[in-house]
């Protein structure tokens, strides 16, 4: 059989069914293609992100944070709990599995009303832009299309010496899964996996111990940021050590064995599993056959220019595939712009706004420059920052931690950067985002008007705060 398609994209996560409904609204006919298959062994696009990432993932902070409060915070509300608080981790399983297949469910209900063509199965770009798919029974086909988007997304980096076998030692699909609360974890690598989903775990009792081989932690993030998130997590037992190496793990009787370097030299941890969170790299690997015209780069990656063209007529690409961060919310942003340029539309995407958020306890977000980079590159700048604890409603919610820091140019006093952590920091960011969009300044954010009393005011005194008048704090 053979069809011929305006556009075809490999991949159905963020990146890819978003690209797709994009393009088929703007009236071109449209095919999907992605092989991951939910629990139930139907089809289940929505990629990494609905299936083993960003949602399963909140799924289970979420879960986990509300058994953590019961047990440490409400009191101070006075909001006793008479006897013992338990959690049902196979109840809390089924209610993130529940959550995965209604947004997977989803995305095939937005296939249909748009009407994409959804084919579950393995696509394989040839030249000229034919795509050999073999769908989920084996059958094969061949189908074209004017234009093709690879959206093949990401998966875990292993480490030498260290190998996965799905139940001791897992990566972020088996620590979404743990069926009992390990007495002992270990993480490898303390980026956004190892801290969410230790968080996870250890709000849930585990003893979590990170191994991470830099000597700062979160070294992407501003570093005051990072300095007031290590001290956070600290006071809440995840064990971080940072500086460490991992050199092999063995798993002995049902427990595995962690050998590292350490700044201090040869040790060795045994933990009950080990989750290796160490990056992600391109899935790239059987994705195009011979003579495509498409480059792939050292790190696997499809090589793109700013508007993700690939060096093949007519072929894109798309999220975690090509280069940028790794985020969800990316990945759609580019998927949407270059359908839209595919239909003759100006589609556009600014990598230099797309805003990181980590959902831990408390959160943490951030857009734009660090002040590290700006000293690098020799900005000029002027800073701004603001505690929750000096906002009413911090106080009220009993969730004060935490601050936000404001960096503007110190000559035009447009925003550069902005960085919080604290409660609901991944909402709190969007205005920032806003108005880095929109080349605002400090000052603009500083004269609008902020609900009082509400978590946004810890932006609104930040902003005032880079002109050092902030009403709330001594300036
Ligand atoms: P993917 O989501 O990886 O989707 C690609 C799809 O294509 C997959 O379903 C794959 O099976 C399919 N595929 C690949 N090759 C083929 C082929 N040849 N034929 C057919 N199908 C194919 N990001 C955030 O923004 N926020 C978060 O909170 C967040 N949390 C995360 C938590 C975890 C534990 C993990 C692992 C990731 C998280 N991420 C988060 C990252 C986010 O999941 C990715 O950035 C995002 O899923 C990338 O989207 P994508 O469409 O490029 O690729
Ligand atoms: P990461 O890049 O965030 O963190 C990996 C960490 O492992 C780094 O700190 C690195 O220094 C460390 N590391 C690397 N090799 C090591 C080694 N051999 N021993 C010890 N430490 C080592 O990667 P991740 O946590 O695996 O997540 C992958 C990507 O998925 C993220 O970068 C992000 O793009 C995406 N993600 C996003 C979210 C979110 O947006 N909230 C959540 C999870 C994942």
Known sequence: MSDHFDVIVIGGGPAGYVAAIRAAQLGLKTACIDERQGKDGKAAPGGTCLNVGCIPSKAL???????HHVQHQYSEHGIQVSGQVNMDINAMLARKDKIVKQLTGGV????????????NGRGKLLKDRKVAVTDSGGQAQEMSAEHVILASGS??????????????????????????????LGVIGAGVIGLELGSVWKRLGAEVVLFEALDSLLAAADKDIGKAAGREFKKQGLDIRLGTKVQSAEINNGEVLVKLTTPDGEDSVTVDRLLVAVGRRANTEGLLGEDTGVTINQRQQIEVDEHCRT???????VGDAVRGPMLAHKGSEEGI????????QAGHINLDTVPWVIYTDPEIAWVGK???????AGVEYTSGSFPFAATGRGLAMGDATGMVKLLADAETDRLLGAHIIGAN????????????????????LARIVHAHPTLSEAVHEAALNVAKRAIHRVN
């Open 311 to 317: 060096s093949a007529e007519n072929v894109w690409a």
């Open 61 to 67: 902070l979420d879960s986990s944070k509300h058994y």
């Open 425 to 444: 920091a991944s909402e709190l960011i969007a205005e920032c985002v806003v108005t880095m969009e929109f080349a605002g300044c400090a000052e603009d």
């Open 108 to 119: 095939t209900q937005l296939f249909k009303s748009n009407k994409v063509t959804f084919i």
């Open 155 to 184: 998966i875990p980096i292993a480490i030498p010496n260290v190998d996965y076998d799905g139940r001791y030692i897992v990566d972020n699909e088996g620590a979404l899964e743990f069926s009992q609360v390990p007495q002992r």
């Open 370 to 376: 660090t002040e590290q980079e700006l000293s690098e």
């Open 337 to 344: 712009a270059v359908a839209e340029t595919i239909a003759g």
